[in-house]
């Protein structure tokens, strides 16, 4: 009996704490002459909304940075004859996976 009144509060419970959102960083790199690479794609962190994740990317923006709507933000670093850094964090639904398929 007590499990049959405890099950629906677990699913409850797990459904609240799955994230909606996740911010990735993407980094690609160039060096003279060449196109961007992908160098590589991470999971930074996970929020319930889309407005919790927007403002961890307010906290990294910096000078200089771009902001393309609340949910991305652009960072070029490095010299750029020698090696550019361009990174990209992203605000992206959990269901979405920018790594691929076979990186999960």
């Known amino acids: 009996m007590l499990a049959v009144l405890l099950g629906p509060l677990t699913l409850m419970a797990s459904a609240e704490a799955d994230p909606a959102w996740v911010l990735w960083a ?25 407005q919790d994740c927007a403002a961890k990317l307010d906290g990294l923006q910096s000078a200089g940075d771009q ?6 933000l652009y960072r070029v670093v490095g010299d750029p004859k020698v090696e550019v850094l361009f990174i990209t964090w992203q605000c992206l639904p959990a269901t979405v996976e920018p790594r691929g398929p076979s990186n999960r």
């Open 67 to 72: 902001r393309w709507g609340p949910a991305m």
């Open 26 to 50: 993407e980094q690609r790199r160039s060096t003279p002459g060449s196109q961007y690479q992908r160098a590589s794609v991470e999971r930074v962190s996970s929020y319930s909304t889309l």
